[in-house]
């Protein structure tokens, strides 16, 4: 089971009684860690360049865990709901959700698409999961539990990346765009295109939210951009080329992204790939 990298991990201390400054001091260093574990995260945000300045710095990431991955399932979408851990992948007739083990990688459940559909990424909002389809135009709607067929949403265009800031669906259709799309009508809302040094950022695909911030693969790149979502500008690009696992099939690109809160990491992976490792970014 992987544990919290230091300097990230803290001891809790059984509950006593604290003289006034034992007390005080306590309390500062349990904020200390609390924040400590969150800086990591900080590191290209607190140097955003503005929009049209030039291209988007370049950090490099250290590996805090590895875990097994099943080497045929190709990879759409990856997502923690409370700890737990779900899979998408696509392919006609390969299209399953999962739920995994987080700490072996093992495929616990799924469930698969009708193999005319080609899945892609997905997100919860609640208790239900939001899955995609590429060129269906249909998001399928789960319940999270029994991965019971719920409702689903028309949509015009490709379906690639989806997740979730709390209040507005985001997604990607492989274009330079996110749509920002209402979480119980599927409606879209408006949309951001993504730039980096005022140039548009294409084939934009798996998502995440974490920190404020969306974090996108891009088809058939090992980096992830860290994008504003209210201005749609490239704030930093994540290098995994050093941690991306010898796969030799073209198709097994960089596709997956998780943040685990709990480690304070990203949780990454691609299509076809033997692992998913999570990393953090380097300053």
């Known amino acids: 089971m992987p544990g919290l990298p230091f300097p990230f991990a803290m001891v809790i201390r059984p509950r006593c009684v604290f003289d006034s400054l034992g007390g005080l001091f306590f309390r500062a260093v349990v904020i200390a860690v609390v924040l400590l574990a969150h800086a990591s995260f900080q590191v290209c945000h607190a140097a955003a360049p503005t929009q049209g300045a030039g291209p988007a710095p370049v950090h490099q990431v250290r590996e805090v865990y590895r875990l097994p991955h099943e080497p045929g399932a190709?990879?759409?979408?990856?997502?923690?709901?409370?700890?737990?851990?779900f899979e998408t992948t696509g392919r006609h007739g390969?299209?399953?959700?999962?739920?995994?083990?987080?700490?072996t990688g093992r495929v616990l459940r799924s469930r698969f698409l009708p193999a005319q559909y080609f899945g892609e990424g997905?997100?919860?909002?609640?208790?239900?999961?939001?899955?995609?389809?590429?060129?269906?135009?249909?998001?399928?709607?789960?319940?999270?539990?029994?991965?019971?067929?719920?409702?689903?949403?028309?949509y015009q265009g490709e379906g690639w990346g989806l997740t979730f800031d709390g209040a507005r669906l985001i997604m990607s259709d492989g274009g330079s765009s996110l749509v920002l799309r209402d979480p119980q009508s599927f409606e879209p809302l408006g949309s951001?295109?993504?730039?980096?040094?005022?140039?548009?950022?294409?084939?934009?695909?798996?998502?995440?939210?974490?920190?404020?911030?969306?974090?996108?693969?891009?088809?058939?790149e090992s980096r992830i951009a860290v994008i504003d979502p209210g201005t749609?500008?490239?704030v930093c690009w994540l290098d995994l080329e050093p941690v991306v696992p010898l796969v030799l099939d073209p198709s097994a690109v960089a596709n997956g992204i998780a943040f685990d809160e709990r480690n304070d990491c990203l949780l990454i992976?691609?299509?076809?790939?033997?692992?998913m490792i999570c990393?953090?970014?380097?300053?």
Do not use: C
């Not at 990393?279 to 300053?283: E, H, R, S």
């Open 269 to 275: 992976t691609g299509k076809l790939w033997p692992e």
């Open 279 to 283: 990393v953090q970014p380097l300053p």
């Open 122 to 154: 997905a997100v919860a909002v609640g208790q239900r999961i939001i899955w995609l389809t590429w060129t269906s135009q249909q998001a399928f709607v789960f319940d999270l539990e029994t991965f019971e067929p719920v409702g689903e949403y028309p």
């Open 232 to 234: 749609g500008s490239v």
């Open 192 to 220: 951001v295109q993504v730039t980096d040094g005022g140039v548009a950022v294409d084939l934009l695909n798996e998502l995440e939210w974490a920190a404020g911030f969306v974090y996108a693969n891009v088809w058939r």
């Open 74 to 85: 190709f990879t759409q979408g990856l997502f923690f709901v409370h700890g737990r851990l």
């Open 94 to 103: 390969q299209s399953r959700l999962m739920e995994l083990n987080p700490q």
